[in-house]
């Protein structure tokens, strides 16, 4: 989402990539106190949750950087102050969450609403990762920024014409593509800062292993359990005696639509000791060298696709099988393609 209009001039400049976000500085409401960053210090506080995502998702940091700089105006924007929106993510269809309205291509239109500035990065990662339209970037070179700064424009993230170039050129001024090569750089001193962007003389080397169980983005700290597994590259737990949706939302902070979503069930579902609950979207197909499960009694495809990951309509859809039905004991049930027709 791309605000349309800031005052006379602003357009022409902001397309031309002559804003920054020291330079154009919203007015905040004066009930907040939302800090007011430049590019530097937003960089500086949102690098590590990019990187995080990064490994989490696929999504380059520098994209995700860049997106959430021009989208908010480095967290100075109202949806951001307001929403913690810091993406311009409408509520589409699928978004049960709470909402903000806000004038964008058409009046009082309908934006995600967020506890939390993190919250929001996470949103848009599997908003990337999930989203049909988007699946394509996937298969680009992750650091090939370009690529999927053009992609964003193609695949209609926003109606600005020159939505991609405005991405590459957030990148560039800020040697944002340090960050997808496994790399982190140093703010330069305060004695040698000449031009407010990071240097990237001295990159020092970034662990390129699985997200840590702790990190922590600027001033914020996000903890991840020992108690998250892990099963197809998807975080998942084990449901313990008496736990209910509630105590797992407050202790993973999951929004409240996200845990049934994740794991296809009803919205009003009710959790069940050592029951799999899966943290994030599940895929298309399991992973390598699992290729088909031959079904036992009291198998349900619902089964199959938890334990392996998978999500159920995909899973139908390999198998050549209708929704709601089950296989017989016995069955080869395809995990990662279409199951052959003879």
Not at 29 to 53: F, G, K, M, N, Q
Not at 110 to 128: N, W
Not at 168 to 193: H, P
Request: glycine share 6%; hydrophobic share 30%.
């Amino acid at each position: 989402m791309i605000r349309k209009v800031f005052i006379y001039i602003a357009p022409v400049l902001l397309a031309a990539g002559l804003f920054s976000c020291r330079a154009y500085r919203p007015v905040a409401s004066s009930h907040t106190s939302a800090p007011r960053y430049s590019d530097e210090e937003y960089i500086h506080h949102y690098s590590d949750l990019a990187v995080s995502e990064m490994k989490r998702t696929g999504v380059p940091a520098s994209i995700t950087l860049a997106q959430a700089m021009i989208e908010s105006d480095c967290g100075h924007s109202r949806l951001a102050l307001k929403a913690n929106n810091y993406f311009g993510i409408k509520c589409h269809d699928d978004w049960n969450g709470p909402t903000i309205r806000h004038n964008d291509d058409r009046r009082n239109e309908c934006f995600r609403k967020y506890r939390k500035p993190e919250e929001s990065f996470y949103d848009h990662s599997d908003f990337l990762r999930s989203g049909s339209r988007y699946s394509f970037l996937f298969d680009l070179d992750p650091t090939d920024y370009k690529a999927w700064a053009r992609g964003l424009k193609k695949a209609g993230y926003a109606t600005n014409p020159d939505y991609a170039n405005m991405l590459i050129r957030k990148i560039e001024a800020n040697n944002l593509m340090i960050y997808d090569r496994g790399y982190t750089v140093e703010k330069r001193s305060s004695e040698n800062k000449d031009s407010g962007n990071f240097q990237a003389d001295n990159p020092v080397s970034r662990d390129p292993g699985p997200v840590a169980n702790n990190y922590t983005p600027g001033n914020f700290v996000m903890e991840r359990p020992r108690r998250i597994m892990e099963n197809n590259r998807i975080k998942y737990i084990i449901a313990r005696d008496g736990e209910t949706r509630e105590k797992i939302d407050d202790e993973f902070q999951l929004l409240r639509w996200e845990l049934a979503r994740y794991n296809e069930l009803p919205s009003d579902f009710m959790v069940v000791p050592g029951q799999i609950l899966y943290l994030q979207p599940k895929r298309s197909k399991a992973e390598p060298g699992k290729e088909y499960y031959t079904t036992e009694e009291g198998d349900t495809m619902y089964m199959i696709s938890q334990k392996y990951g998978v999500r159920l309509k995909d899973l139908y859809e390999m198998n050549r099988m209708d929704s709601g039905t089950e296989p017989s004991p016995g069955t080869r049930i395809w995990l990662r393609r279409i199951k052959p027709v003879n």
